[in-house]
């Protein structure tokens, strides 16, 4: 296991405030009977490529560029080890039906929201498979307003294991929730990502601290083998 602080914030978190937090170190784990939840990887946020944010958001405003794209190959192996282990995975996209929206709700505050349904749709790398849950959702939580909390009860999870974008936006807000409502919660910090590096950073460290705990992908891709290791045998 990697050192707790032994992470993406060590380059903009100094030691003096590393120490102000000294109270919350711990060990970090993946606990009992894990569930995988992917969380927005729809198209809309690779757009333009695996280019610089600052470049692809002239004609793709809501793409998170190369930072999305390094997230890939992260996710497909956490995805893969999930599915050898018999995790259950789960995914979340936004609702794209007009009509379903209350009036004035929106995700976030942004000016506007594209809805068309193909921009929504779960990139093919990650692209669901049969048996697996797929969540529509209106706000940044996971949680508020989705029937997340039945399917995770009726799985019988206790802990969350989460992945996806954006790290400052839904990512967050589903990890807060998911430990308000009694969830382990881990996050991946190679699998989430945001188009703003320094967001990134800041928010993994302030969820680690609190309501998360963040692990490296080779340490949750490693205890994901040991599970499927314990059913194989």
């Known amino acids: 296991m990697t050192d707790f602080e032994d992470h993406c914030w060590r380059d903009v978190m100094p030691a003096e405030l590393l120490a102000n937090y000294s109270a919350y170190r711990r060990e970090v784990f ?10 927005d990887l729809y198209e809309m946020v690779y757009q333009g490529g695996a280019r610089p944010v600052s470049e692809v958001i002239k004609e793709f405003p ?3 560029g190369e930072y999305a794209w390094a997230a890939i190959e992260p996710t497909k192996r956490l995805i893969a080890a999930a599915r050898a282990a018999q995790v ?5 996209t936004s609702e794209t039906r007009p009509d379903a929206w209350p009036r004035i709700v929106q995700v976030t505050k942004r000016r506007s929201t594209p809805m ?4 929504y749709a779960i990139r093919p790398e990650f692209q669901p498979q ?3 849950t797929l969540i529509i959702k209106q706000r940044a939580s996971a949680f508020f307003g989705t029937p997340l909390t039945v399917h995770l009860h009726q799985l019988d999870a206790r802990t969350l294991i989460i992945c996806g974008e954006s790290t400052s936006g839904c990512v967050r807000a589903t990890a807060v929730d998911a430990f308000s409502h009694g969830f382990h919660v881990v996050l991946v910090e190679e699998c989430c990502f945001d188009r703003n590096p320094l967001s990134h950073k800041i928010n993994l460290f302030d969820l680690h ?5 963040v692990l490296h992908v080779d340490e949750a ?6 599970l499927k290791a314990r059913k194989v045998s």
């Open 30 to 39: 993946i606990g009992p009977a894990p569930a995988l939840l992917v969380i």
């Open 62 to 64: 809501l793409s998170c």
């Open 88 to 92: 259950p995975v789960l995914y979340t």
């Open 116 to 119: 068309a349904p193909e921009l």
């Open 130 to 132: 049969r048996g697996d």
């Open 209 to 213: 601290h609190k309501y998360a705990d």
């Open 221 to 226: 891709a490693a205890h994901l083998d040991t």
